[in-house]
């Protein structure tokens, strides 16, 4: 058992586990700075896992904890089996290695994977004053679990004085950071129904919940654009050989963005100010209905790119 704790405390610690006879398995204890932020891995739960810790500001010494799972970039199979790569080769290109092909062609990583897979972050802050680093140590956060001992604008002060903070400084470092979602926890006992700031708070960050104990959340893995999926469906649908339809060699989003998908994807009409001319309904019908099905990913994807852009 790994205990992670603030330096100078391990004693506190180790006189609570005298209460136990003898425990079954070993415990380390790791120390972390209580004047600067620190990083450190967590390979004995995953080599992709990186912990941080923020000293925070309260009448004892008190750590704010973030956790990141970073992901691998994403297995493209479709531009797999187009370079003729064998199946045996997958994984150690997924894992980063490149790899040498029979007929000596070398094949990199960067060639079947898209690195558009966002980590998995949550962050845990409770026990002390609001202040900025806490926005920047929470910045995008899909979870971020933060202290709010009353909702009363007249207890400011008092909150000032104990090391504490307010439901409203909460809901405003969430949107600071751009977390996705607030719980709110550590209520006061004076504050019976913190639910019924809810109102208010949602005016600060849409996304707050006033949270009761025994609530639970699936940290989901964060959905993938959904451009190169859709790229692989419309290059599916119109590389005929009937003469149906043929296009060049490139997704193009006039006055956005511009995707390179490992080295090969399409023009649509529609979608494009170049490239292939030809309509929906001039193509197969195995082909319509591909079409047909990914136009609403294209179409997601533009507007997540408008928006990301315009941030």
């Not at 120390?31 to 309260?58: N, T």
């Not at 290109?93 to 897979?117: C, K, Q």
């Not at 972050?121 to 140590?137: G, H, Q």
């Not at 719980?183 to 019924?196: F, K």
């Amino acid at each position: 058992l790994d205990i992670y704790l603030p330096e100078g405390k391990v004693g506190v610690v180790k006189g609570l586990l005298s209460i136990c006879d003898r425990l079954p398995y070993q415990v380390r204890f790791n120390e972390l700075p209580l004047d600067r932020e620190c990083s450190f891995g967590l390979p004995q739960i995953d080599p992709l896992l990186e912990a941080r810790s923020l000293p925070l500001r309260h009448s004892t010494h008190c750590l704010g904890y973030s956790l990141t799972l970073t992901r691998r970039q994403e297995f493209q199979p479709e531009r797999a089996k187009e370079l003729g790569i064998p199946v045996k080769f997958w994984r150690v290109l997924h894992s980063g290695e490149a790899v040498t092909l029979e007929d000596g062609r070398v094949i990199t990583p960067d060639m079947v994977t898209v690195a558009n897979r966002r980590p998995i972050k949550f962050t845990y802050v409770t026990d002390t004053l609001p202040f900025k680093a806490i926005s920047e140590f929470a910045k995008g956060s899909q979870l971020f679990i933060c202290e709010g001992m009353y909702g009363e604008l007249d207890k400011k002060q008092d909150m000032n004085q104990k090391g504490h903070m307010l439901m409203q400084d909460a809901c405003k470092l969430a949107k600071d950071a751009g977390a996705e979602q607030l719980w709110l926890t550590h209520y006061s006992p004076a504050c019976p129904a913190p639910w019924v700031y809810a109102d208010e708070l949602k005016k600060i960050f849409p996304n707050v919940v006033v949270t009761k104990d025994g609530r639970k959340i699936e940290i989901r893995r964060p959905q993938s654009s959904p451009l190169p999926r859709a790229a692989t469906l419309l290059r599916s649908a119109v590389k005929k050989e009937d003469g149906h339809a043929k296009c060049s060699s490139s997704i193009y989003r006039k006055n956005y963005i511009s995707l390179c998908l490992a080295k090969h994807s399409l023009q649509y009409t529609g979608l494009s100010s170049r490239g292939w001319k030809g309509t929906v309904s001039s193509l197969p019908q195995e082909a319509q209905t591909m079409v047909n099905i990914c136009l609403s990913d294209l179409l997601l994807c533009l507007r997540a790119s408008r928006q990301a852009l315009q941030r």
